[in-house]
């Protein structure tokens, strides 16, 4: 069993979820050093719509958990491989930066820092909420399934017995910890029918 990773990266991209990357960081920071977070241009217009959270506000937030970098800032120790933490999570995950991380394209800080984090074998949660996924996407999916990232998706559960959006956001948030050998209680987990 690999050992539980003492720090972690996160990516947050251009795509819809923004409030499921924010709820990991708050749960995340208690178990691991956040050793830096990504973030792409898409992902302050996707957190303006959805949670009407401005620029400003949004990185204040984000640099309480630890060092942001923008998605062109190459010059980041989370572009090389050697300054990598333990494991890295990219949620929400666009489906741009899926496609660019499944053909070994690095031309985004959190392409690069993914690819990175595969060929040091360490562990790679990617969140997608696409959907319908098409044939380009599952595609690009299995292939950094086969790359060996951890591909866990904003998927609804209802054996946890959800009674809020908050509820919904916790399970998803445990499952990408749970990818990553990170321990958590932050949702209910199966132990047979309730009677």
Same mark, same amino acid.
């Given at each position: 069993?690999?050992? @539980?990773?003492?720090?972690? %990266?996160? $990516?947050?991209?251009?795509? %819809?979820? +923004?409030?499921?990357?924010?709820?990991?960081?708050?749960?995340?920071?208690?178990?691991?050093? +956040?050793?830096? +977070?990504?973030?792409? @241009?898409?992902?302050?217009?996707?957190?303006?719509?959805?949670?009407?959270?401005?620029?400003?506000?949004?990185?204040?937030?984000?640099?309480?958990?630890?060092?942001?970098?923008?998605?062109?800032?190459?010059?980041?120790?989370?572009?090389?491989?050697?300054?990598? /933490?333990?494991?890295?999570? +990219?949620?929400?995950?666009?489906?741009?930066?899926?496609?660019?991380? $499944?053909?070994?394209? *690095?031309?985004?800080?959190?392409?690069?820092?993914?690819?990175?984090?595969?060929?040091?074998?360490?562990?790679?949660?990617?969140? /997608?909420?696409?959907?319908?996924?098409?044939?380009?996407?599952?595609?690009?999916?299995?292939?950094? $399934?086969?790359?060996? !990232?951890?591909?866990?998706?904003?998927?609804?559960?209802?054996?946890? @017995? *959800? %009674?809020?959006?908050?509820? !919904?956001?916790?399970?998803?948030?445990?499952?990408?910890?749970?990818?990553?050998?990170?321990?958590?209680?932050?949702?209910? @987990?199966?132990?047979?029918?309730?009677?």
């Amino acid at each position: 069993m690999p050992c @539980r990773p003492k720090s972690l %990266s996160l $990516a947050i991209t251009g795509s %819809s979820g +923004i409030r499921v990357a924010l709820r990991l960081l708050e749960v995340a920071s208690r178990e691991s050093e +956040i050793r830096g +977070i990504i973030l792409t @241009r898409g992902a302050l217009n996707v957190a303006k719509y959805e949670e009407g959270v401005s620029e400003e506000d949004l990185l204040e937030r984000l640099k309480s958990f630890g060092r942001v970098y923008m998605e062109d800032d190459m010059s980041s120790p989370l572009a090389s491989s050697s300054n990598q /933490p333990d494991a890295m999570a +990219i949620v929400p995950a666009s489906m741009k930066t899926v496609g660019l991380i $499944a053909r070994g394209i *690095p031309t985004t800080l959190p392409a690069r820092a993914a690819l990175a984090i595969l060929r040091l074998g360490r562990p790679l949660a990617v969140s /997608p909420r696409e959907t319908p996924l098409g044939l380009a996407e599952l595609e690009n999916l299995l292939a950094l $399934a086969r790359m060996g !990232a951890r591909i866990v998706p904003m998927t609804l559960a209802f054996y946890n @017995r *959800p %009674s809020s959006l908050e509820d !919904a956001v916790d399970f998803v948030v445990g499952k990408i910890l749970d990818s990553l050998g990170i321990e958590t209680r932050v949702y209910r @987990r199966w132990e047979g029918p309730l009677d």
